[in-house]
């Protein structure tokens, strides 16, 4: 079945350290997404990548970064600039950026920095 | 610009009887709007979407949504409330781009957290 796999699911750091979250999909989709959640805080994009080597910021950028190197795969780096990154990550995929398209979505890697 | 209001943090519910979410939207332009459901720690599902056709939408698990642009509110709803519905529920929107050639980024609603009560 077609989807999006991010690994791990929960994933423990001491503060200060970088962290990278991973997400994969086989939906052959061109645009994929991260996004952050916070209860009572719906989600937040935190950035987006249309194509292949070409990403752009979402609404939260600061403290986090990202490649896109192959199609497939979208990961998240969580860098200890990152103020308050104790979260639950989600990545979805899209056909593309630029139509109402649903997103699909992973189910989430919960990030808890002490 | 666009914006969406989930009118409700929480609604609770007996089951076997209607379920009613309520989100109002604002855009500029030609909205699509969808609703989403995610059960604890899991990611997000897609329940329905409206992107400009029929008014009244159907989605999975009995689910149905209203556009109703004079009123700018695209309510979901649900005659008769399972066990298994207990979630929170998202609506969100998207907006056209001034040209009209393509849509801008999601907006995500608060959230509603449903609760079903035996």
């Known amino acids: 079945d077609g989807g999006i796999t991010q690994s791990p699911k929960y994933l423990f750091r001491k503060e200060g350290q970088n962290v990278t979250l991973s997400c994969e999909q086989n939906?052959?989709?061109?645009?994929m997404y991260w996004y952050r959640q916070d209860p009572g805080q719906g989600l937040r994009l935190i950035y987006y990548?249309?194509?292949?080597?070409?990403?752009q910021k979402g609404d939260i950028a600061e403290g986090y970064s990202v490649s896109r190197e192959k199609k497939e795969s979208f990961p998240l780096t969580v860098t200890s600039a990152q103020k308050n990154p104790t979260a639950f990550y989600l990545c979805?995929?899209?056909?593309?950026?630029?139509?109402?398209?649903?997103?699909?979505f992973g189910n989430g890697t919960r990030l808890t920095v002490t | 610009a666009q914006s969406v209001t989930q009118l409700d943090s929480h609604v609770s519910v007996s089951e076997g009887t209607p379920v009613l979410l309520r989100c109002n939207y604002s855009?500029?332009?030609?909205?699509?709007l969808f609703w989403y459901v995610q059960h604890p720690n899991k990611g997000l599902q897609l329940l329905l979407k409206?992107?400009?056709?029929?008014?009244l939408v159907k989605g999975i698990n009995g689910f149905e949504a209203e556009f109703k642009k004079s009123e700018t509110s695209f309510h979901l709803t649900k005659p008769s409330a399972h066990m298994s519905d207990a979630a929170e529920y998202f609506c969100?929107?998207?907006?056209?781009?001034?040209?009209?050639?393509?849509?801008?980024?999601?907006?995500f609603g608060q959230g509603t957290i449903l609760t079903v009560h035996p």
């Open positions: 979805a995929s899209s056909l593309s950026t630029g139509g109402p398209y649903p997103l699909h």
């Open positions: 939906l052959n989709h061109d645009a």
């Open positions: 990548s249309q194509i292949v080597n070409d990403f």
């Open positions: 855009s500029s332009y030609s909205p699509s």
């Open positions: 409206y992107t400009s056709a029929a008014t």
């Open positions: 969100v929107v998207t907006d056209q781009t001034a040209g009209g050639t393509s849509y801008g980024k999601l907006t």
